[in-house]
């Protein structure tokens, strides 16, 4: 079975040593995906696999056989962007853009992460269903993705207008 990215199958790299990361940006001509450090420290390369966020970077490609892979190209739908991209813009949520592309794909997975209960090291209340996030959940839980020019405070804030619109 071939991968889905975007949407759209894609056949499997013949190399097996091919990266998901390569894949996306070499192969398939989507440079939205970020190469920061190519070592699964920096995030710039996360995307959504399943709905699940991964840093594609250390993941070989051919392992995502058959599985639905969004970068944030595919986050546009009908020339629209998603919630979560205008939020970015409008909280100034970068200044270069680099490490945009995985904060925004790694915003959209922890969020489902959150409605799915899952816990965080900040976690105060670890049998609780229903986890607030609040500026200490959102900043370990995206500790991941660093961001070189320090646009953390709009990315937060970015991040809290769509998905904890009654946080502090
Ligand atoms: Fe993948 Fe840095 S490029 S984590
Ligand atoms: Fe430049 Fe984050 S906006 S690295």
Known sequence: MPIKVN??????????????????????????TKKGCNQ???GACTVLVDGERIVSCLALAVQYDGREVVTV???VENGVLHPLQGA???????????????????????ATEIGR????????????????????????????????CGAHNG?????????AEAAE
């Open 7 to 32: 949407g759209s199958p894609v056949p499997l790299p013949s190399d097996p040593r091919v990266s998901l990361l390569d894949l996306l940006r070499e192969q398939l001509h989507l440079p939205g």
């Open 40 to 42: 699964g420290a920096c």
């Open 73 to 75: 190209e595919g986050l």
């Open 88 to 110: 970015f813009v409008e909280h100034d949520g970068f200044q270069c853009g680099y490490c945009t592309p995985g904060q925004i794909c790694s915003a959209i997975g922890m």
């Open 117 to 148: 209960g899952v816990p965080s090291h900040v976690t105060v209340d670890l049998s609780t269903d229903v986890i607030t996030l609040d500026r200490d959940e959102l900043r370990e839980r995206m500790s991941g993705n660093l961001c070189r």
């Open 155 to 163: 990315i937060v804030d970015a991040i809290l207008e769509v998905y």
